[in-house]
Each structure stands twice: as structure tokens, then as C-alpha cells.
């Protein structure tokens, strides 16, 4: 079974740009969660999706926003990029909402912004 | 809420034993552990819900104290392999995941 996936790999912005990341999900499952992970601030939860929906939004501006698409495929936007947007984009995916589900990790989008 | 790891990092020679600790200041439902290599994404290693289970992999076992709020990962006779950023995930019943800052791992020979 693949992975999850991410694209791209690397990417480089300018500050005022906006940018769009994309997360495909292991196939049958449905949960999507984006995170954010900068040097010493470990993995900050962004938002998740589940059939569509945004079931979470963690504490990030409004310029960061997403979706998911009916077979799962998610993506985010970042809009007026800024110096401190530079990090490592994670999604994971799992089969469903809950308790028992674990994540299961992309290699994620290095974003870096000049 | 995002949870508080200890330590910040540890060094270890091979054989060696480990205990990373994650703690809440919230109730929590649910304690996710992952492993991170260096420029590789995070790996799942175990899921413990309140009760205070205990559940192991290999030598690698966590329990979990939910009236102190706590989790602990115990790594006994460590491995190279070993060596990583470890990353406990807390959830409190409302599938928001918060991990904790990570704690760096490294086993030497």
C-alpha cells in the first residue's frame, strides 16, 4: 500500500506570495491533519479534515487554510507568506476520527520563505 | 494545550535504559508516541488510552497515568537504532492532536 504522499518536496517563496501544498492520503482513509514543524517547536497542529470538512483549526492566522477533496486528497494555503512561515509541512492521514487511530506521516514540504 | 516532554534530550550508550516523560495540565483521552529520524517524517510507534495501560513493542513500552496526567516511554537496552526525536501526541477527546516540543535521543556505540 503507498504511503501518504506529499508535493512538493521543497519550495521557495517570496514574503507577500501565497503558496499551496498538497497531501494525498493512504488509500482508504479518510482523516486528514496538516502540522507545522519549525526547529524546537516540535509539530504544531494546523487543522484536520475528515469527509470534506474542517473538524480542528489549531492557533494559526487565518492566512493558513485548507481542504479536502471527496477522495481525500487535501491540500493548504498559505496566503501573504511571511519570514516565519519558513518550516516543515507535515500531513498525516488515518483511517477514521477517534481514539484508536494512528497518523500516519508524510515526508513533508519544506517550505522556505525569503 | 500543547504538551511538556523530559528531558529536552538525552545521550545513552548501547545497552543503556531511557525513560522520556510527556505530561498535561489537561485531562487526556489519549497518548500517541512517535519516533522521528533526522530528515525522515514521524513514525507511530504505540497508542495508550486512559486506564493506565501499559503496552510495549520490542523493548520499547509506555504507560500512561491518567491522575497524574502523565505518559512515559521506557526504552530498555537501547539500540542505535534507537536514536531519534521522540514525540508524544496528547488528545483530549476532541481528535485535536497536540504533540509535546520532542525529546532528542541519541545512542552511542
Known amino acids: 500500500k503507498a504511503g501518504v504522499t506529499q508535493t512538493p518536496r521543497y519550495l521557495i517563496k517570496t514574503r507577500g506570495q501565497q503558496v499551496t501544498l498538497s497531501c494525498s492520503p493512504i488509500?482508504?482513509?479518510?482523516?486528514v491533519s496538516w502540522y507545522q514543524q519549525t526547529p524546537g517547536q516540535g509539530l504544531q497542529f494546523l487543522f484536520e479534515?475528515?469527509?470534506?470538512?474542517?473538524?480542528n483549526k489549531g492557533n494559526f492566522p487565518g492566512r493558513f487554510s485548507g481542504r479536502q477533496f471527496s477522495n481525500s486528497r487535501s491540500e493548504m494555503n498559505v496566503s501573504t507568506l511571511e519570514l516565519g512561515d519558513s518550516a516543515l509541512y507535515l500531513c498525516?492521514?488515518?483511517?477514521?476520527?477517534?481514539?484508536?487511530?494512528?497518523?500516519?506521516f508524510g515526508p513533508g514540504t519544506r517550505l522556505t520563505v525569503t | 494545550q500543547q504538551p511538556v516532554q523530559s528531558p529536552q534530550a538525552v545521550i545513552l550508550r548501547e545497552g543503556e535504559d531511557a525513560v522520556i516523560n510527556c505530561s498535561s495540565s489537561?485531562?487526556?483521552?489519549?497518548v500517541h508516541w512517535y519516533r522521528q529520524k533526522h530528515g525522515e517524517a514521524p513514525v507511530f510507534l504505540m497508542i495508550l488510552l486512559k486506564g493506565g495501560e501499559q503496552k510495549g513493542h520490542e523493548k520499547i513500552s509506555a504507560s500512561f497515568n491518567e491522575k497524574k496526567q502523565q505518559s512515559s516511554l521506557y526504552l530498555t537496552a537501547s539500540q542505535l537504532s534507537y536514536s531519534g526525536t521522540y514525540f508524544c501526541g496528547t488528545e483530549f477527546g476532541n481528535n485535536d492532536m497536540r504533540f509535546g516540543a520532542g525529546t532528542r535521543l541519541t545512542v552511542k556505540p
Open positions: 489537561k485531562a487526556l483521552y489519549s
Open positions: 498525516a492521514s488515518s483511517l477514521g476520527r477517534g481514539l484508536t487511530y494512528e497518523q500516519y
Open positions: 488509500s482508504g482513509h479518510r482523516s
Open positions: 479534515y475528515f469527509s470534506e470538512t474542517q473538524r
